[in-house]
């Protein structure tokens, strides 16, 4: 039994050219989330509306992912059958023709639930993938195809399984609030069940910000890697165009996992590492803390409270003002499908459905935890 070192990476989607080099850690593994479609498919899934859009990689994914030598891209996301299922057959063609894993999406329920096995250094590697529940995601075996569900009760079985015949097994989570620095405590206590389950880590992205880490039970969980590379252009918030890539290190003879972090910002020319911004990181890990339980779920709750006043209930309030208002959104965005998609979001999505239902539970119960 030997050593092996891992290097995860964030949200990559690549909206345009890039013109400098991604910065990459020495690894023997290197997983990244690719987050859209490679494809020149002209069928959406569905016209998605707002700042995002429906997502798929430029041209230059090509020279990105081969000259940066990732070996395993994570497709459990929301924006990967953005372009149906062309896209994202497009996609799996693309990166079995470069010899490049993947694991979290696929044709058939089997495919897309299948986790990734990986022998090197004399160590067996198990990798899991799964995203929350949104626009994509196979929930049964009905669909077609689309991406794996975090939540099915496959995953905790899968995880055990692996646990059995692997010595490091990991799961790679695609989940959480967008824009928010914190994890909610649902996604706490879903996470920590995969360690219970047999996981070694607990790795996740799609908030588009970093948030923090904690060891439970001796494993590490981070909760959000940030972005890796998004150079989306209409993005403004000042997190979006900085992130983090984390590197496991597994000793199979002590059996221990080491972790350590890199940070970085970036552009369309170039990554630039920001060791300042581990203090950041630093105090978001510290927030979860026991210690600090209080002030976690006091910022926890006033978000959601916020997100309720300011996004989740202006869409499902009917008064005669409102209803001008939603006449307006619709000739403007020129779909009768917006509003019905937006609650079909925050319907199936379990982190709109997590924050709506703190923010009810204070105001409708005065509770807070």
Known sequence: MGTIRLFIGGDLC?????????????????????????????????????????????NDIEKIMTRDRWDVALLANNHITDFGQEGL?????????????HLGAGIGFENAYRPL???????????????????????????????AWLLHT??????????????????????????FDL?????????????????????????????????????????SLGNFFFNLPSANDPEWFSGMGVTLTFDAERRTVNSEENFFSFDNDRMVLQP????????????????????YLTRVNDHCGDLWRTRYRPPLSFGPL???????????????KDGGLLLYNFMTTESHRFAIERALRRDLFDESA
């Open 14 to 58: 690549l909206c345009g050219p890039v013109k400098g080099d991604i910065l990459t850690a020495d690894a023997d593994l290197r997983i990244i989330n690719l987050e859209g479609p490679v494809t020149g498919a002209r069928r959406k899934t569905l016209a998605k509306p707002g700042v995002y859009g429906n997502l798929r990689q430029h």
């Open 89 to 101: 057959e497009d996609t799996l063609s693309f990166l079995d023709k470069r010899g490049i894993a």
């Open 117 to 147: 096995i990986i022998e090197k250094n004399g160590v067996k590697v198990g990798l899991v993938n799964g995203a929350e529940g949104q626009i994509g995601c196979m929930k049964n075996a009905e669909s077609a195809y689309g991406y």
């Open 154 to 179: 496959e995953m905790t079985k899968t995880i055990a399984r692996l646990r059995a015949e692997c010595d490091l097994v990991i799961v790679l989570s695609h989940a959480g609030l967008e824009f």
């Open 183 to 223: 994890p909610l405590p649902e996604w706490r206590e879903i996470y920590r069940s995969f360690i219970d389950a047999g996981a070694d880590a607990v790795v996740a992205t799609h908030t588009h910000v970093v948030q923090g880490r904690e060891t439970y039970k001796g494993k590490p969980i981070y909760y």
């Open 276 to 295: 300042s911004f581990a203090a950041r990181f630093a105090e978001r890990s510290a927030l979860l803390s026991e210690e600090r339980k209080k002030e």
């Open 322 to 336: 409102s209803l001008l208002k939603k006449i307006r959104r619709m000739i403007i965005n020129r779909s009768m």
